[in-house]
Nanobody, 126 residues
Framework: QLQLAESGGGSVQPGGSLRLSCVASGFTLDDVAMGWFRQAPGKEREAIGC?????????YEAASAEGRFTISRDNTKNMMYLQIHSTNFADAAVYYCAGGIFNYCVTWGSARFDSWGHGTQVTVSS
């Protein structure tokens, strides 16, 4: 069973950068597409992006990513990353990584992901 755990959250100033990590265990990542989601207080969970099993392709949800997010992965280390640039107050949320047994992020809504981490909190404050 695929297990995921996020790390790297914390407090960041507006305009700063942050890199979140997601470590996977219990399953080979070669057959797993992975994604990042976030949920701000009082709001629904929103998708950020999805990365294919091999890491060759990534698809971003434009509304939330706004060109400031970069997803990457290293299957040799069982890791996935989310780099956030030019943070703003709207980025404050709990960030979740997710994994699903599919290869390409053609359709990748939250329902396609079977495994979720517990989340890591990102706070934006000046």
């Amino acid at each position: 069973q695929l297990q995921l755990a996020e790390s790297g959250g914390g407090s960041v100033q507006p305009g700063g950068s942050l890199r979140l990590s997601c470590v996977a265990s219990g399953f080979t990542l070669d057959d797993v597409a992975m994604g990042w989601f976030r949920q701000a207080p009082g709001k629904e969970r929103e998708a950020i992006g999805c990365i294919s099993n091999s890491g060759v392709t990534t698809n971003y949800e434009a509304a939330s990513a706004e060109g400031r997010f970069t997803i990457s992965r290293d299957n040799t280390k069982n890791m996935m990353y989310l780099q956030i640039h030019s943070t703003n107050f709207a980025d404050a949320a709990v960030y979740y990584c997710a994994g699903g047994i599919f290869n390409y992020c053609v359709t990748w809504g939250s329902a396609r992901f079977d495994s979720w981490g517990h989340g890591t909190q990102v706070t934006v404050s000046s």
